[in-house]
């Protein structure tokens, strides 16, 4: 058992072990790394108050609790071209080495950037390292981005940190040169309708900020390298070179470039809207009219443009300010696009429509099928096309069907609605009960197949039929209009449809013909059988049926006159220069061979047989009388 001397001295060598190991803790020095890249924000917790601002690096500030930094391109260039490493004391022996990479991480590797650049109002120089840190910090939470994704740099520097390919969207004046630039990648390869980007868009525009969206790629150079000097000697040159020095050198086949802007242009609600593409928008190696075009939405959801060079058209619904982009695509897939706004003007309302079916589901009805529909139905019915506007597009009665409903404006004024031509134009397109004419549906082509036309009555127009006629009926509809009672007054609508009146007394002129023709065949037919009865009778040629026979004279001769169950008019004798009184084979029958007969009570008279003309035919001999 150990003493308590022992027990003391261990208890003092215990001790004293514990204060030498906090005094040398206490002069330790600590290190902790951070990496930074071009335009990054560089964040550091300070661990003491016994830092010296004064002896802080240009681009770092403190505001006591923390430094804060945001490193440009000048930081990184060495003379020797070699990676840059900085130490910063943070406070009580703790130091931060601060590596400034030479290369910009690309997260699209060969594929294309799509940068999201965000100007500000006031010039770099004019933030201080923890504004432009709250900035970013800002836009990191309002995007949901990380802060070390998103780069600050001035205007300038731009085309050092990014080549620019194309202008996908954004303000065409750029700012200053020194103005503060917020950029991040945003997608990678080509710039599609993706809801978040669209998103994006929407949360830059109404926060009131300047900005372009931009396709190219990170610059592939050395920060601290002498090319990066050769760069920043160059810029000006570069951005005035020709597109050949422009073009990346990473394919083949360089890619479409822009080298104009697209005007603003302006349409009419419901109006076809047509709208030339300038020849010069886009230069490629590939002939302009050969690349395949596109029209895309910004800042809405509903595309109602279609883009076929030169020419991009389609019919607005709705009215007020929209953004497009037109994008030119190659045979190799590289695109290149330009920014451009229509602004639509709202149309006055009409107070009638004609509801048109069509055999086309909804989502094939584009632009250009909207053009081709007022195009069509201005040639049919000749009608002004300036003239007619669409106020709506809708499902029809099934999935592969589509309600057009459109008007004329000369039809309608401000206090007036002409019912009669709008009756008598709907009369040219369907029948009563809105079938429409073959001859309209022929016309009209099998792109926009119509299956049925009605109309559709309401304001003006309404009150207008309904003043002539009080006993005005429901218009048979789908129902698929809004804001509208259909309308049919009967005396706007006769019994007998105009063009029928000229046809139906040609049809009645033929009909009687017809019978008159009929009944004269029918009479003539009789006149010819009562005639050959008549011939038949007047012959003079007695005939002698078996019962006329006598009675006593049990077995008839050959040469007996009788008929037969087959009866055949009598021979004719063909002797040339006598008569049938001259006839030496004719005898006149007795008496008694002549009588009444018991069973059909006829007077019947015996005749003589008929001869054929035939010469070969063997004549019965002569008749003697029993």
């Not at 080298?259 to 590939?286: R, V």
């Not at 709008?422 to 119509?450: A, C, D, W």
Request: hydrophobic fraction near 35%; glycine fraction near 4%.
């Amino acid at each position: 058992m150990r003493s308590k001397l022992e027990i003391f001295f261990l208890a003092f060598v215990i001790s004293l072990l514990s204060h030498f190991g906090a005094a040398l803790n206490e002069n330790e020095i600590v290190y902790e790394n951070y990496t930074v890249n071009v335009g990054q924000v560089f964040v550091a917790k300070v661990h003491g108050d016994d830092i010296d601002v004064n002896v802080l690096p240009s681009w770092i500030q403190s505001n006591g609790t923390a430094l804060f930094g945001i490193p440009q391109l000048q930081e990184f260039y060495t003379v020797d071209g070699k990676e840059k490493v900085e130490t910063v004391y943070l406070g009580e022996n703790v130091y931060a080495t601060i590596t400034f990479l030479l290369k910009e991480k690309n997260v699209c590797g060969f594929e294309e950037s799509v940068f999201l650049e965000v100007y500000q109002k006031k010039d770099f120089s004019k933030y201080t390292s923890k504004e432009i840190s709250d900035v970013i910090q800002e836009f990191a939470v309002m995007m949901d981005l990380k802060p070390s994704d998103i780069r600050a740099l001035p205007n300038k520097y731009l085309n050092l940190y990014r080549e620019e390919n194309n202008v996908v969207y954004g303000d065409e004046e750029m700012p200053d040169d020194d103005v503060l630039v917020i950029v991040w990648v945003l997608s990678c390869g080509d710039f599609g309708e993706d809801e978040d980007l669209v998103n994006t868009i929407n949360v830059v525009k109404n926060n009131n900020y300047k900005f372009r969206i931009t396709q190219g790629f990170l610059m592939d150079i050395n920060w601290a390298s002498d090319e990066y000097l050769k760069k920043v000697d160059t810029i000006k040159l570069i951005e005035t070179t020709t597109l050949a020095s422009l073009r990346t050198t990473r394919r083949a086949d360089h890619p479409p470039k822009r080298i104009n802007s697209l005007p603003s242009y302006e349409c009419i609600q419901g109006k076809a809207c047509k709208l030339s593409i300038p020849a010069h928008t886009f230069i490629d190696e590939q002939p302009i009219e050969t690349l395949q075009y596109t029209v895309y939405p910004m800042t809405h959801g509903k595309n109602f443009l279609d883009a076929n060079y030169p020419m991009m058209e389609g019919v607005p619904l709705e009215n007020g300010a929209f953004d497009f982009r037109l994008e030119a695509r190659d045979n190799m897939k590289q695109a290149a696009s330009a920014p451009f706004r229509v602004v639509v003007k709202p149309e006055l309302k009409s107070d009638y429509s004609f509801v048109t079916l069509v055999d086309k589901e909804i989502k094939q009805i584009n632009g250009t099928i909207a053009c081709k529909f007022i195009d069509r139905l201005a040639n049919v019915l000749k009608l002004d096309a300036e003239k007619i506007r669409i106020s709506s597009i809708q499902a029809g009665k099934g999935d592969w069907q589509t309600t057009i409903n459109w008007s004329y404006l000369s039809y309608q004024t401000t206090n007036q609605c002409n019912t009669d031509s709008i009756y008598s134009l709907k009369r040219k397109m369907s029948t009563k009960r809105g079938n429409p004419h073959q001859t309209f549906v022929k016309n009209m082509g099998q792109e926009v197949h119509v299956r049925e036309v009605t109309l559709s009555l309401a304001g003006l127009c309404n009150s207008t039929s309904a003043s002539t006629d009080s006993t005005s009926s429901t218009l048979l509809e789908s129902g698929k209009t809004t804001s509208s009672t259909d309308v049919k007054p009967r005396e706007k609508e006769p019994m007998i449809p105009s063009y029928l009146l000229g046809i139906i007394p040609i049809i009645f002129i033929v009909v009687l013909l017809t019978i008159l023709i009929v009944y004269c065949c029918m009479f003539k037919k009789g006149g010819k059988k009562g005639k050959n009865q008549l011939d038949y009778v007047t012959k003079g040629q007695p005939v002698v049926f078996p019962n006329e026979l006598a009675t006593d004279d049990d077995t008839p001769s050959v040469a007996t006159p009788m008929l037969v169950k087959d009866e055949r008019p009598p021979l004719q004798p063909n002797l040339e220069g006598t008569t049938i009184h001259e006839n030496p084979l004719y005898k006149a029958p007795s008496v008694a061979r002549t009588s009444i007969s018991t069973t059909n009570g006829n007077l019947n008279t015996a005749s003589t047989f008929r001869q054929s003309n035939n010469a070969n035919q063997r004549l019965p001999p002569p008749y003697s009388s029993p």
